[in-house]
């Protein structure tokens, strides 16, 4: 749309007598005619007054309320739209005028409106019950003034133009605002996934395990939000939070020893409870930094994935021994994610196994360690969890698809308790 002043004026009234009053009043002056100038000073004996307009403006006229739509609609497809329309409340046959005024608002909603109206039409009371009480709207009685009309048409659309530089200068204002809180939200997941990495930095060899992390849970996430009982519970702002809030699962390990934390042989009793407590340091850091954040939802489940993503479905899990859906939702595709990428990843405690043994030992699983429908999720997906793993994988020696299997469920369970 051109920044130049908006001086189109449409006229909607069945009157053609009344078109010609708006030229005569609104309508760009004439060409000067020096010869009927000289004429009309020699009949009256001095010049005449020079005739100067306030504005000039570009009428469109239409003599009934669709012929008036039309136009107010193709001025808008052609980004042209009128700053001001006069119309009158009578003309029949179509509908009238305040009926008019309303679809024309449902067209242009920022087009000033004069409604012309003689004193046994309808009252100022009766228009504002069938229109919003707006400043769009003023109401001219006839016989009109031809003072009064210019001044309303100058006015008004002076008025269009500076309504549309504060919806320009507004438009501006939010997209700067808009940038400076994407920046924002960049610099605060950038902080918060290197807090992560420095956490996850004292296991040489768990590589890119926050990166899939974060992205077996979005794929997880955003399967469960297109099918299956949680779709009402997971809408998109889930989906980016726990894309952020995932890598802070283990940040609670920076409380743990080397000694337990890197130790290659079987934990004993005594430095297993000790390594349950990451859950519940990690945990308790991110619920007291969520009391001081404007980021407070996503630390929230960045607490809860923290607190409760070694729980089990079945509740023989840790650390407080929650069932079902009792565990956020959040930890529970976390468990899953984070038990996935332990089973196909080196450890020091254990080799990696193949992408396909991992998910037959989670499908064997579900109802147990893992919520069914999570399960039901990571089978629909599984094909991605095999490329990102193609793509984020870390070297090792993987135990092939055949050597896995013999000693069936009881096995399986074993495993999976080793590597959570």
Known sequence: MSAEPNRRILVIDDNQSIHDDFRKILGRPAAPNKMLDKAAAALFGRPLAESHA?????LAHACQAEEGLALVQRSIDGDRPFALAFVDVRMPPGCDGVE??????????????????????????????????????????????????SQLAIALTRKWDLARQARLHCD???????????????????????LAQ?????DPETGQHLERIRAYCRILAEQLRKEGPYTSLIDEQFVEDIYRSS???????VGIPDAILLKPDRLSEREFAILKRHTVIGAGA????????????????????????????DGTGYPTGLKGQEIPLAARIVALADVYDALTSVRVYKSAYDPEVAQLMIEQQSGKHFD????????????????????????????????????GSAEIEDIVAAVT
């Open 54 to 58: 306030y504005c000039e403006f570009e």
């Open 100 to 149: 008019t005024v309303r679809r024309l608002w449902g067209i242009d909603p920022h087009l000033q409106v004069v409604i012309c109206t003689a004193h046994s039409d309808y009252s100022l009371e009766q228009i504002l019950e069938r229109l919003e009480r707006t400043d769009r709207l003023l109401i001219l009685k006839k016989p009109f003034d031809n003072v009064e009309v």
């Open 172 to 194: 501006r204002l939010e997209r700067t605002v808009a940038e400076r809180a994407r920046d924002l939200v960049d610099t605060r997941d950038v902080a918060v996934f290197a």
């Open 198 to 202: 420095l956490a996850e930095s004292r």
């Open 247 to 253: 890598p802070l699962h283990d940040i609670g390990k």
């Open 286 to 313: 991110l619920e007291r930094a969520a009391m001081h954040s404007g980021c407070g939802g996503f630390l929230r489940m960045a607490a809860d994935i923290a607190r409760y993503h070694h729980e089990r479905f």
């Open 372 to 407: 069914p429908a999570v399960v039901d999720a990571f089978r629909a997906r599984a094909r991605e969890f095999m490329d990102l793993h193609g793509m984020l994988g870390r070297g090792g020696r993987r135990d092939e698809a055949g050597e896995f299997g013999a000693n």
